[in-house]
């Protein structure tokens, strides 16, 4: 049984609970994003895998996930791009936020965001079972289809991706 860390507007932990019943109820927990970028400034994308309990088949960031119960954020970054994508690098965090957002099968994400960013040239290795497909795409290109297709991406990226394309430009 998988649990999330339910937490208060501080990031406070104030108890725990299993992952579907959370997103069930909507309740507020931790998660982290995982934004990679190449040398040459594009931005790894992945499309969840069809089969994934919601949003299966949108694009967005190379990983999202939740950390576990006395694991650190550091840790479930690390473990979960290795999982997901078989990526190893150097993240930073960025920023945190907190969004809530009607999925599909019934189910809401209420999450305590925190945002990590890294960049490697390493070729990822993606596991069947979270990735259907991945691409690289520059911020200009994500910009046009987030525009014209915003139905493709999931709902945490297009609340996230904003605010990290601008801190990528700024710093770039």
Same mark, same amino acid.
């Given at each position: 049984? !998988?649990?999330?860390?339910? +937490?208060?507007?501080?990031d =406070?932990a104030?108890?725990?609970? &299993? $992952?579907?019943?959370?997103?069930? %109820?909507g309740?507020?927990?931790?998660? *982290?994003?995982?934004?990679? *970028?190449?040398? %040459?400034?594009?931005?790894?994308?992945?499309?969840r895998?069809?089969? %994934?309990?919601?949003?299966?088949?949108?694009?967005?960031?190379?990983?999202?996930?939740?950390?576990? =119960?006395n694991?650190?954020?550091q840790?479930?970054?690390?473990?979960?791009?290795?999982?997901?994508?078989?990526?190893?690098?150097l993240?930073? %965090? =960025?920023?945190? *936020?907190?969004? $809530?957002? !009607?999925?599909?099968h019934?189910?809401?994400?209420?999450?305590?965001?925190?945002?990590? =960013?890294?960049?490697?040239?390493? &070729?990822p290795?993606?596991?069947?079972?979270? +990735?259907?497909? *991945?691409?690289?795409?520059?911020?200009?290109?994500?910009? &046009?289809?987030?525009?014209?297709?915003?139905?493709?991406?999931?709902?945490?990226? $297009?609340?996230?991706?904003?605010? +990290?394309?601008?801190?990528?430009? &700024?710093?770039?």
């Amino acid at each position: 049984m !998988e649990e999330v860390i339910l +937490v208060n507007e501080q990031d =406070v932990a104030i108890g725990r609970m &299993e $992952k579907m019943e959370a997103h069930e %109820k909507g309740l507020l927990h931790r998660a *982290f994003s995982i934004f990679i *970028f190449n040398s %040459k400034g594009e931005m790894l994308l992945h499309q969840r895998a069809i089969e %994934k309990y919601h949003s299966g088949g949108l694009w967005t960031n190379a990983c999202c996930s939740h950390p576990r =119960v006395n694991e650190s954020l550091q840790d479930a970054t690390n473990r979960r791009l290795q999982e997901e994508m078989g990526l190893s690098c150097l993240m930073d %965090k =960025v920023f945190q *936020f907190i969004y $809530k957002a !009607e999925l599909d099968h019934g189910l809401t994400e209420h999450e305590l965001d925190h945002v990590f =960013v890294g960049i490697s040239d390493d &070729e990822p290795i993606p596991n069947p079972e979270e +990735v259907a497909s *991945f691409r690289y795409a520059s911020l200009e290109a994500i910009d &046009e289809e987030l525009l014209a297709q915003p139905q493709i991406f999931t709902e945490w990226f $297009k609340i996230c991706y904003p605010r +990290v394309a601008q801190l990528i430009r &700024e710093q770039w």
